[in-house]
């Protein structure tokens, strides 16, 4: 018996996060990666085509098993070492301060608790240690959040738990991070999805 959640979502999003808009935008993301990383929501591995040759290691945190195995390829074509080490953001296996640098892509708007993930990942990065996001949220403007406020119950219904009114910059910067550089506005793309968060900060 087929199963929305376990053989339908999961291709949905590999679709989605696949879009050719969304590369130049993993591109900056990834920009300046280096060491042992770990990454939280790796989903089906469309980051890393956008890997800099200086990763040694990625720590691959994604719960769905269908999202691993559409990740198969672009995992073989890595030109470094991919480990999955678990399922859940929220309690890494990792040692602390065992990383130099983590990962999140259009997954802090899914996780249950994205406070506890930030604190984790906090926890296994190395002072100093820096914190690449990427993410989606709510926007700024009146209509348009009032829009997002409106879809986000069947977001959340229907696409694995995601929120649509989430402020990734608040999150980050209310777990201890401080921030290097970011930037907000809008993407490419259906607008309730497209007010994008892009940015890096460091473990203090």
């Known amino acids: 018996m087929v199963s ?3 053989d339908v979502l999961p291709r949905l999003m590999n679709w989605a996060c696949g879009a050719r808009t969304l590369a130049p935008w993993r591109q900056k993301v990834c920009n300046g990666l280096s060491g042992a990383v770990v990454e939280i929501g790796f989903g089906s591995g469309h980051n890393v085509p956008y890997y ?18 559409l990740a198969k390829n672009r995992m073989a ?3 470094m070492s991919i480990e999955q080490i678990g399922p859940d953001g ?18 802090l708007c ?5 406070a506890k993930v ?9 002072p100093g240690g820096e914190l690449h996001f990427l993410e989606h949220g709510i926007a700024p403007g009146r209509a348009l959040a009032s829009l997002q406020r409106l879809l986000d119950p069947v977001e959340r219904r229907f696409a694995g738990g995601c929120h649509l009114t989430r402020q990734p910059l608040t999150l980050v910067r209310g777990t201890g991070f401080q921030m290097v550089w970011s930037q907000e ?4 793309g259906p607008k309730p999805w497209s007010y994008f968060s892009l940015g890096v900060a460091t473990k203090q």
């Not at 930030?118 to 190395?126: I, Q, S």
């Not at 506005?185 to 490419?188: L, S, Y």
């Open 77 to 79: 074509n890595a030109g």
């Open 185 to 188: 506005g809008p993407a490419k």
């Open 52 to 69: 800099p040759s200086e990763v040694d290691v990625v720590y691959a945190v994604e719960p769905d098993a269908l999202a691993m195995k």
């Open 110 to 114: 899914t996780v249950p608790d994205p």
């Open 118 to 126: 930030l604190l984790e990942l906090g926890r296994v990065l190395k």
């Open 90 to 107: 929220q309690s890494i296996p990792l040692a602390d301060e065992s990383c130099d640098m983590a990962l999140t892509t259009f997954t």
């Open 4 to 6: 929305y959640n376990d």
